[in-house]
């Protein structure tokens, strides 16, 4: 995917950062920080729906501090020197061009491609396995 016209590097803050190829490192990184956001869903979901708009406040704390934390992850800035010169504007258009510039879309897309036909690979392996044995 060519990157013609768009941003590579923008300011967080006082520092100019480039926008991040997502390697495996810094997914492994960001997924398992992910899991907080799954925990706060799941949570939502398990509030009487009289103390959703509560909890949906307190969410919106919980929301704009995992954009601070993922952007200090991706960007190798430190979470307090983002917190008090980044402003969430800057921090929403770092992640935005970071999912762009790895073509997040596509990839999550071939991903989705590729998971019946490695099911069916691991399922075939297994049956081969048990007439192997059943064999024997």
């Not at 995917?1 to 520092?15: E, F, P, S």
């Not at 099911?119 to 396995?129: D, G, K, T």
């Given at each position: 995917?060519?990157?013609?016209?768009?941003?590579?590097?923008?300011?967080?803050?006082?520092?100019r950062v480039a926008v991040p190829k997502l390697t495996r490192?810094?997914?492994?990184?960001?997924?398992?920080?992910?899991?907080?956001?799954?925990?706060?869903?799941?949570?939502?979901?398990?509030?009487?729906?009289?103390?959703?708009?509560?909890?949906?406040?307190?969410?919106?704390?919980?929301?704009?501090?995992?954009?601070?934390?993922?952007?200090?992850?991706?960007?190798?800035?430190?979470?307090?020197?983002?917190?008090?010169?980044?402003?969430?504007?800057?921090?929403?258009?770092?992640?935005?061009?970071?999912?762009?510039?790895?073509?997040?879309?596509a990839a999550l897309g071939n991903l989705k491609g590729l998971?019946?036909?490695?099911?069916?690979?691991?399922?075939?392996?297994?049956?081969?396995?048990?007439n192997q044995a059943a064999g024997q």
């Open positions: 995917m060519l990157n013609i016209g768009k941003k590579d590097t923008l300011k967080l803050g006082n520092r490192n810094r997914l492994k990184k960001l997924t398992e920080h992910i899991g907080t956001i799954g925990d706060f869903l799941v949570k939502l979901f398990l509030t009487p729906q009289e103390d959703r708009s509560v909890f949906i406040v307190a969410g919106a704390d919980v929301t704009i501090d995992e954009i601070y934390e993922i952007t200090s992850l991706l960007s190798d800035i430190d979470i307090e020197d983002l917190s008090e010169q980044a402003s969430i504007a800057e921090c929403t258009e770092y992640l935005l061009l970071t999912w762009q510039k790895n073509d997040m879309n998971i019946p036909p490695m099911a069916q690979q691991f399922v075939q392996s297994i049956v081969q396995r048990m």
